[in-house]
Structure formats: C-alpha cells, structure tokens
C-alpha cells in the first residue's frame, strides 16, 4: 500500500485561507471515514489536528477544518497566521495491512 | 495529565540489538493500543505497527513486518520497539502515539517527544 499523496507544499499570505489535499484510494480514503490530519514543527512531534475526517479534538483552533470527496480528503486552515507554518500529515484508517497509511506530508509556508 | 515520554537518543553500530522504550503517565495503558512511527531524516511519516496494552493483539506494517518487534509491559506503562540486528537504514526519529481502543480511532491523541536512533559504524 503506498503513501497517500499531498502536494509537497503550499504557501498564502497571512488571512488567507489554503486547502492541502490527501489522495488516497478506494482501499483507504474512499473506504473509511477515519482520516486524521497532524500537525508538525521542527523538531518537535506531531500534533493530533482532525480525526474522523472533520473532528477537532478539544483545545485545536476552528480555524483548522476537514472535508472529504470519494478518495481525496483536504485539510483547509482559515485566516491563516504564521505560528500555522509547519509540516501536516494526513493519515487513513485501511482496514487490513497495513492498517494505516500516512501521506507524504506538506509543507506550509507563510508569506 | 497525559503524557508519553520515550526513552534517550541512541547511537549503535549497524547489527546491534536496541530497545527504546515509551512510558506512558496519567492514564493506564492496558486500556489502549500504543503504535509506533517512523519518520527518517527530512522525510514524512511512516506506520510501523501498534500493540494493544493488553499485549493480547500486535499489528505490523508489512514493511516493518520481521524487521521489529513491538512489546508492552502494562505493569509499569510502557510499551517497546526493539531491532535485533540493525542497519544503517534504520537511522530515523521513532514516535510512539496513544490510540483509543475503537476500530479505526486516530493514531495519537497523545504523542512521545521522539527518541532519535543513529546507525553508524
């Protein structure tokens, strides 16, 4: 099972709102309702950002939203700022093996 | 509070054994599934495998399948990665992450801070 796919980066200017996508297959994305996106700095470790596709744990900024459509799933953040400049990481539920797949991540850049 | 916290960085020469370790803090562990996650230099993420805290059920990623062994001691809260032989190739940040006992629950509500592994002779 490969990685999911996510463009390697996307960049907007403070305010703006940008979408990273997260494409997947039939076997994962398509399949399930059970994709998570994560945020990530430098040095540190992932941070749990949506789960089940559009959840937000407690405490995460409702500038972060998720949506899916059949197989791709998208992470859009709104009024962005540039504490939001980090790597992000989708990952999906499979149901068989490997039980989870990651994305090849993002990098965010704020101008 | 909740907290996972891993074991120092290591520095081994290829085809030394290892062991790190994640000790989890503030909730009993028997309770959920811990995984473990790769993620090599300036690269993404990558699934390794999870073990429940029971230690009755432990999946692995067919690419990490017979390369590692994940184990858990639910008597002191921590689980465990461990290589018997390892490679040059295995130099990357391992993350262990909580998971809730639910089919399809998202891989870390909680994450450990990492513990960098170097393979070098």
């Known amino acids: 099972q490969s990685a999911l796919t996510q463009p390697a980066s996307v960049s907007g200017s403070p305010g703006q709102s940008i979408t990273i996508s997260c494409t997947g297959t039939s076997r994962d994305v398509g399949a399930y309702n059970y994709v998570s996106w994560y945020q990530q700095y430098p040095g540190k470790a992932p941070k749990l950002l949506i789960h089940?596709?559009?959840n937000r744990p407690s405490g995460v900024s409702t500038r972060f939203s998720g949506s899916k459509s059949g197989n791709t799933a998208s992470l859009t953040i709104s009024g962005l700022q540039a504490e939001d400049e980090a790597d992000y990481h989708c990952?999906?539920?499979?149901?068989?093996?490997?039980?989870?797949?990651f994305g090849t991540g993002t990098e965010v850049t704020v101008l | 509070e909740v907290q996972l916290v891993q074991s120092g960085a290591e520095v081994k020469e290829p085809g030394e054994s290892l062991k790190i370790s994640c000790k989890g803090s503030?909730?009993?562990?028997?309770?959920?599934?811990i995984a473990w996650v790769r993620q090599m230099p300036g690269k993404g993420l990558e699934w390794m495998g999870l073990?429940?805290?029971?230690?009755?059920?432990?999946r692995y990623s067919p690419s990490f399948q017979g390369q590692v062994t994940i184990s858990v001691d639910n008597s002191i809260n921590t689980a465990y990665l461990q290589w018997n032989s390892l490679k040059a190739s295995d130099t990357a940040i391992y993350y262990c992450?909580?998971?809730?006992?639910?089919?399809?629950?998202?891989?870390?509500?909680?994450w450990g801070q990492g513990t960098l592994v170097t393979v070098s002779s």
């Open positions: 089940d596709v559009s």
């Open positions: 990952n999906s539920y499979t149901g068989s093996s490997p039980l989870y797949v």
């Open positions: 992450a909580r998971r809730w006992a639910i089919t399809g629950a998202p891989l870390g509500d909680y």
């Open positions: 073990i429940s805290g029971s230690a009755s059920d432990t």
């Open positions: 503030g909730f009993n562990i028997a309770t959920y599934w």
